[in-house]
């Protein structure tokens, strides 16, 4: 199985992507590590964390190897596209569609997720070849946006991106969402104190939520 669909699989088996959006580069390396060992298979570190490409490469690193997904958030361009590909992501994101963008991490088999808001925008993002559409953002929609469009485009595979809980996960995926975008519910349960132990409990509560309203 090539590296593409490994890394497909793992976000639409474990159904969650971590969006990693922080103020330091050291934070986001601890936040991302607690979150892996919380049970979490893929992670995107945003470009808006300083030192975003160094952070890609280091967790690439140490945990391709056992098969988790890190990949690169807030890839609006192809020549952010390639410089993440070069640095070890094996996943771009962006919050809208960028077909140059696409097409990179289409040519280096890198898995895509790319933004959109409406119904057009959605169709517009499956045409130009991403894999999963980004519903974003997705928090002034809600469920049952998703389970109205998903009414005409059955086939498309949505993951809302913004306000996911563990409280409100089941709507989201009884609405019919691939995988959801998990944020600061897990990656700013440290902050207040610097225990990162409270990251890996979150993810481990948001993951076991998620099993919970797939079931």
């Known amino acids: 199985m090539g590296t593409k669909f490994n890394a497909l699989d793992a976000i639409t ?52 190897k056992d098969g988790i997904v890190i990949g690169a958030g807030t890839v609006l361009d192809e020549q952010a596209a390639h410089r993440c590909i070069s640095a070890g992501a094996n996943l ?21 997720v790319s933004g959109a808001f409406t119904p057009s925008e959605i169709v517009d993002t499956m045409q130009a070849g991403a894999d999963i559409v980004k519903v974003f953002p997705a928090e002034f929609l809600g469920p049952d946006y998703v389970r109205t469009v998903k009414a ?19 709507q989201w995926f009884d609405a ?16 207040a104190d610097g225990d990162y132990g409270q990251v890996t409990r979150a993810a481990a509560t948001m993951l076991a939520a998620i099993g919970e309203a797939r079931a």
Do not use: C, W
């Open 13 to 64: 088996r474990s159904g969650a992507l971590l969006i990693v959006r922080l103020d330091t580069a050291e934070e986001a390396l601890a936040v991302s590590e607690a979150a892996i060992e919380g049970g979490f298979r893929a992670l995107e570190i945003t470009l808006s964390v300083p030192g975003a490409l160094d952070v890609i490469t280091s967790l690439a690193d140490r945990h391709r």
């Open 176 to 191: 019919g969402v691939t995988a959801v975008g998990v944020g600061s519910s897990v990656t700013k349960a440290a902050r």
């Open 92 to 112: 771009l994101v962006s919050p809208n569609l960028n077909q140059a963008m696409l097409a990179t991490a289409n040519r280096y088999q890198a898995v895509s």
């Open 152 to 170: 005409p485009l059955p086939q498309a595979p949505l993951m809302p991106a913004g306000g996911v809980t563990p409280d409100n996960v089941k």
